[in-house]
């Protein structure tokens, strides 16, 4: 059976801010962040199978992606904790916004490193995580390639 690659799109708002950054990404700002999960494997060969004929069931890859990503991000404001904007970040708390605070600085490259390791975790054994695009905006991304890592 041929190896095969799917993918599931998601999308999320997302706050945050680049503290050091010598750019108007210093501030706080925000993106509706585009994230797509490509995994690889064999389709099930076994008709007495539920899920026969798929790599791994779309809406079991969505259950992963939303419980580890989206549902955490979305509509969040994320810090890197390693900077002085844990303060910041500790005053939006105290006044009920939803914050994340990170150990990285959260560009689009950290961001897709930490989602791969995240989203490895909770994959069935016979599936590969294969590539991750993260868009920030319409005109830039990172991705996250296996095969470079
Ligand atoms: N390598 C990276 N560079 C920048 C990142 C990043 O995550 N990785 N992030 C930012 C800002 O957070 C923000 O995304 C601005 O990005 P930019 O593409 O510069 O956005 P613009 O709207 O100014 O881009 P256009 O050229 O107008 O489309 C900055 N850099
Ligand atoms: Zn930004």
Redesign the pocket.
Known sequence: MSNIRITKQFSFETG?A?YGYD?K?KNVHG?SYKLSVTVIGKPIDNTSNVKHGMVIDFSDLKKIVKNEIVDVFDHATVFNKNTPHVELAKELEDRGHNVLLVDYQP???MMVIDFAEKIKKHLPQHITLHSLKLQ?????F?EWYSTDN
């Open positions: 945050h680049l750019g990404c993106h560009t689009s490259e920030e905006t319409e005109t830039s990172a």
